[in-house]
């Protein structure tokens, strides 16, 4: 008879790591196994961000992504310290380019006050002080944002969930779910070759593909998973010192997204974006991608229609600019005017797992779904990586309260 683990995690993104290496602390006996379909971990979402610790400036006091995000910038930091992970404090400049967005960067600056966020509010000559190639009236420094490689960090933690006993089986893509009374049964298939793994629990952190696992689960769900594409560029290397901080936006608070921003990344050099344009490929990260299947399944669903009419014209105004350089340089040139469209070379695009429900409203806080035997992370935005290990914690802690071994 086939061993029944004690809990089976899919998704080998750093949330599902982070849970499972935490979880194996918890119950050094429990028996723990990673499910992930891909060669390497952190192949998706976690391996095509912009590396950035977020310190939590954008969200509602008192929320769980606000809790979580402060927790995991701090965890993060200490993490990386622990185990000689490069990473940089070099802190966030949120620049106001006109009248409109230095009043809305008020109302952030007052937000981050009542986060309890160390930040510090520049005028024009400070803002130029700090930056000389940045163009504003005024900016907010927020002090603990940082900068990663968030695959090193998975790696990390996986190595430290295999030293204490746990198991990660790469090239295993989950084709069948099953729950039966006291076990859950995995239908899998690895270089073409199907077998079954059976678990007491299962954990579920599978990013672009959360909605179908919940469907293979039967668990009744009103939100389905809408990928959109993150385009970045990455500067000429010239430009490798042209800012201090990373530099972002202010950013409207009637689009969904944070805007075009200068981000430095821990190896050197400065990426540009991202945009935020229609995916038509869950997993499609080349400049031209297309599945039929993920396509007619979202336009199946009438929270795509409605979420498409609800941003309309942002929509049609990141499709353009996707295609036309001039129009997404324009957005960096607000704030970075002697940037040029030479000095804007390619660079890997990502693919944000945006849970939409059905009326076309963007899930923006994290949601879960539940059976007797499994949990589902449904919803996990940014800042997820940086909150990783928080995340982490509160999973295991909702699953614990839950099952006994």
Not at 54 to 62: K, L, S
Not at 247 to 252: A, F, G, R, S
Not at 394 to 399: F, G, R, T
């Amino acid at each position: 008879m086939s061993k029944v683990y004690d809990y089976i995690v899919v998704g080998g993104g750093i949330i599902g790591i982070s849970t499972a290496w935490q979880l194996k602390q918890r119950q050094p006996d429990a028996s723990i196994i990673v499910v992930e379909k891909e060669d390497t971990l952190a192949a998706h979402q976690t391996g095509h961000n912009s590396g950035v610790i977020h310190a939590g400036v954008y969200y509602a006091p008192g929320s769980l992504k606000a809790t979580l995000c402060k927790e995991g910038e701090r965890a993060t930091k200490a993490f990386c310290t622990g185990h000689q992970i490069p990473f940089e404090q070099c802190g966030k400049l949120l620049v106001a380019t006109d009248d409109a967005e230095l009043e809305r960067m008020q109302a952030l600056y007052e937000r981050c006050l009542e986060n309890g966020i160390d930040v510090t509010p520049l005028n024009q000559e400070q803002l130029q002080q700090q930056e000389p190639n940045i163009t504003g009236l005024g900016a907010i420094l927020v002090n603990a944002t940082g900068i990663v490689d968030y695959r090193k960090i998975t790696n990390k933690m996986a190595e430290l969930f295999v030293q204490l006993g746990g198991i990660i089986a790469r090239r295993t893509e989950v084709t069948a779910l099953q729950e039966d009374s006291g076990v859950v049964s995995v239908e899998c298939k690895s270089d073409g070759q199907p077998f079954k793994l059976q678990g007491k629990f299962l954990i579920c952190c599978a990013g672009l593909m959360a909605d179908r696992l919940t469907q293979m689960m039967d668990i009744q769900t009103d939100f389905q998973i809408i990928p959109y594409r993150g385009e970045y560029y990455r500067l000429a290397p010239q430009h490798n010192q042209i800012v201090n901080h990373l530099i972002y936006p202010i950013p409207d608070p009637d689009l969904p997204f944070l805007g075009v921003h200068l981000t430095r990344m821990i190896d050197g050099t400065v990426t540009v974006g991202p945009n935020a344009v229609q995916g038509w490929k869950r997993e499609g990260y080349r400049r031209i991608n297309f599945s039929a299947k993920d396509t007619i399944e979202m336009l199946a669903f009438k929270g795509f229609w409605n979420v498409s009419a609800n941003h309309l014209k942002a929509g049609l105004v990141e499709t353009k600019n996707s295609w036309w350089k001039p129009g997404y340089l324009k957005l960096v040139n607000k704030y970075c005017p002697q940037l040029t469209t030479v000095d804007l070379h390619p660079y890997p695009a990502g693919i944000r797992a945006q849970a939409v429900l059905s009326d076309g409203s963007l899930v923006h806080d994290f949601l879960f779904a539940e059976s007797p035997r499994s949990l589902h992370v449904c919803n996990a935005p940014s800042p997820a990586a940086t909150s990783a290990i928080p995340i982490g914690s509160y999973l295991c802690d909702k699953v614990l309260r839950r099952f006994v071994r």
